[in-house]
């Protein structure tokens, strides 16, 4: 039996509806694909519709930092933060505690990724917010790229014959930023063998550093200072090849010459669980273990020098063994600025950290003054408070 036409369908025998052969219209397939994609077009349009529009940020007017005193600094993390409105934010908290100073990371390798290009995109975010806050900018660089190094060598290590490529990019950061940031601080605590490439310690090594990138930096621009040191508070005992006492370090780069290659001692000060006050000896890691340091400056005739404390401070941590109480260490945080307050040879005590972009998960949260999430602790409304006398 034939079918029955009705319009453009036909019902066949067995009572199936089937398409006309003679009809223009889509398969059933495609027309069902359509609709889904006009169901995600509609579901995106809904997601975009409801999302926060985006952050415009913008430098804002020149601020000035209040404070009780000029010396007040804190190290900054802002390295790895992407979004420019918590570097903003980062750094007007730092300007309401009262800190005029920050020490902040710029990584040769993030910079110079590839040899001879630099990208200065986010340092420049960071300086020029910093500015505009009122805050003065120490740099401090380092961080090896992959082609000025060894194959699978870390990033700490560069060989003495890379020394120029070093003092080349240190002369293109001054140039990049001259008028914006006056101070640079030369390596990370070379004193300890991680920060040396995993190599044995080698103050004259680092010594040779210094005479190799000074001459590059009076060239690019003479008001430039130049911190060298930066070294680790360390009890090492003589002989070892992972890290040198700080003291001994220093004196072994006046004895290879570095005098004349630096302009400004950086110094890493940190109370561990001593207080604030409590007086300097060899054989203990505290606060005023910088006045051991100041010694060997003079004794070497380089007295006229000032210091920076570039790093230091204390930790609550409730288990590290290294660490106080935060009660205590506010005290000696507080303390330790009104302690430099009084030392007319160090420019500016500045303190680790502020703020790290991400919880470290380990003791090293315990050494910040904000969390991640803008909180500021304890210590922080107390540095204010005293900042504000």
């Known amino acids: 039996m034939g079918g029955v036409k009705m319009g453009v369908w036909e019902y066949g025998r067995v009572g199936e509806r089937r398409r006309n052969s003679h009809t223009p219209i889509l398969p059933y397939y495609v027309s069902r694909f359509i609709l889904v994609l006009k169901g995600a077009a509609l579901l995106l349009l809904i997601a975009w519709l409801a999302a926060p529009p985006p952050i415009l940020v913008t430098l804002g007017p020149q601020q000035v930092v209040s404070t009780s005193n000029s010396k007040i600094g804190i190290h900054t993390r802002l390295t790895d933060e992407v979004e420019e409105w918590k570097i903003k934010k980062t750094l007007e908290l730092v300007r309401e505690m009262g800190a005029p100073w920050i020490v902040e990371y710029f990584p040769w390798g993030y910079i110079e990724n590839a040899e001879g290009e630099y990208d200065w995109a986010h340092s420049d975010l960071v300086v020029d917010h910093a500015r505009r806050q009122g805050l003065t900018v120490i740099a401090r660089l380092g961080f090896v790229p992959a082609w000025a190094r ?96 700080d003291l001994d370090y220093l004196q072994k780069m006046y004895d290879a010459g570095a005098k004349d290659y630096f302009d400004i001692l950086a110094i890493h000060s940190y109370g561990w669980q001593a207080a604030a006050d409590e007086p300097p000896a060899r054989a203990r890691v505290n606060f005023r273990r910088t006045e051991l340091l100041r010694e060997i400056m003079i004794a070497n005739g380089d007295g006229d020098k000032r210091a920076i404390i570039t790093e230091g401070g204390w930790n609550d941590h409730p288990r590290w063994t290294k660490a106080v109480r935060p009660a205590e260490r506010i005290a000696d945080t507080v303390r330790a600025y009104e302690i430099v307050k009084q030392w007319d040879w160090v420019q500016a005590c500045v303190l680790w950290a502020f703020r790290y972009p991400a919880p470290a998960q380990t003791y090293q949260d315990y050494f910040t003054f904000v969390t991640p999430d803008f909180d500021p602790k304890p210590i922080y409304y107390e540095v204010q408070r005293y900042a504000a006398r």
């Open 150 to 245: 060894p194959k699978d060598s870390v990033i700490s290590y560069l060989d003495e014959a890379r020394y120029p490529a070093f003092a080349q990019f240190v002369g293109e950061f001054i140039r990049h930023f001259k008028g914006r940031v006056k101070y640079v601080v030369i390596w990370n605590e070379p004193n300890l063998n991680f920060e040396w490439g995993y190599r044995p310690v080698d103050p004259e090594g680092y010594t040779r550093m210094l005479q190799a990138v000074y001459p590059v930096v009076q060239a690019a621009d003479p008001e430039t200072q130049i911190l060298a040191g930066a070294l680790a508070p360390t009890l090492a005992p003589p002989g070892l090849t992972d890290a040198m006492s």
